[in-house]
């Protein structure tokens, strides 16, 4: 890390400094009762690797945000930076039709937040979501809070109880190798 990162209380009324859309994620968190901090880093954090490295954690530890669509909806995957999203295992697990990665403009649509900076949470709308069991390792995770350059740590319970999401692995043996049409959570929405 280059420097030091700063910190602002996920609280609304002492956030001001933070982003437009990483206020929305602060509002959701405080009414989500999950007291992490969000964290502004000096530098772009849009992949997985970028931002472990800026936080000084395993690349695992970062809750990737991914947004597909699946039977014509959005559908956020929270996924561990160190594994691949297995499509076809993944509706196969959630008995639905395919799922395809939305294109830019989709999820900005379903988040109001751009790629690279996609957060569990803060959306205009709840997405259905599915969390990735492999996150549940970690004592601490990190995910995106609305921005590129803004993160929030929390628990695997915390991201759960915020997402109201589904936990699920999302490849079929959990080494992190991509199935055939695996989707690398280190090059996408953000942590």
């Known amino acids: 890390m280059t420097s030091s990162p700063s910190s602002f209380s996920s609280s609304p009324s002492s956030s001001s400094s933070l982003p437009a859309r990483s206020l929305a994620v602060a509002e959701a968190l405080a009414a989500a009762g999950v007291p992490g901090e969000i964290v502004v880093l000096p ?50 697990r959630l008995g639905t039709g395919p799922i395809t990665r939305a294109a830019a403009d989709r999820v900005r649509e379903a988040t109001g937040q751009a790629i690279g900076g996609v957060a569990p949470t803060g959306h205009p709308a709840p997405l259905r979501t599915v969390v990735d069991t492999a996150l549940r390792q970690y004592e601490v995770l990190w995910a995106a809070a609305g921005h590129p350059h803004t993160v929030v740590p929390m628990t695997y319970d915390e991201l759960l109880r915020v997402t109201a999401g589904t936990p699920s692995p999302v490849e079929p043996d959990g080494t992190g190798e991509p199935g055939s049409d695996g989707v690398d959570g280190a090059d996408s929405t953000g942590p």
Not at 52 to 76: M, Q
Request: glycine fraction near 10%; include cysteine; charge should be negative.
């Open 43 to 92: 530098d772009s954090a849009r992949t997985a690797a970028e931002a472990a490295t800026a936080l000084g954690c395993a690349v695992g530890a970062i809750a990737n945000s991914l947004v597909f669509l699946c039977d014509g909806e959005p559908l956020l995957v929270m996924t561990s930076g160190a594994h691949r999203v297995d499509t076809g295992y993944l509706a196969e």
